[in-house]
């Protein structure tokens, strides 16, 4: 594949990209619009046609690594794994 080449697909996939975040700022605004009347109607689940709208609270425990860490340090050492993972990146 050319440099020419390249260049055309980095390119065209910023394009995509800044398509797909508009796309999702746009979906967020619905969300947030949804959200609002489903609060001004003080519910958490509304039907709207063939759809169940459901905005409940939901609560999960989880593992405070930072804390942890701080009051147990070697326990904390004894028990980390190094991962390795390729990041993909255009400058």
């Given at each position: 594949?050319?440099?020419?080449?390249?260049?055309?697909?980095?390119?065209?996939?910023?394009?995509?990209?800044?398509?797909?975040?508009?796309?999702?700022?746009?979906?967020?605004?619905?969300?947030?619009?949804?959200?609002?009347?489903?609060?001004?109607?003080?519910?958490?689940?509304?039907?709207a046609?063939?759809?169940?709208?459901?905005?409940?609270?939901?609560?999960?425990?989880r593992?405070?690594?930072?804390?942890?860490?701080?009051?147990?340090?070697?326990?904390?050492?004894?028990?980390?794994?190094?991962?390795?993972?390729?990041?993909?990146s255009?400058?």
């Amino acid at each position: 594949m050319s440099t020419i080449e390249i260049t055309s697909k980095i390119e065209a996939l910023k394009e995509l990209e800044a398509l797909i975040e508009e796309a999702k700022a746009e979906a967020e605004t619905l969300r947030d619009e949804i959200k609002a009347e489903m609060l001004s109607r003080d519910t958490e689940e509304l039907e709207a046609g063939q759809y169940i709208i459901r905005w409940t609270s939901v609560l999960s425990q989880r593992f405070d690594s930072t804390a942890f860490k701080k009051v147990m340090p070697d326990v904390y050492k004894a028990y980390i794994k190094q991962v390795s993972s390729k990041r993909f990146s255009i400058a």
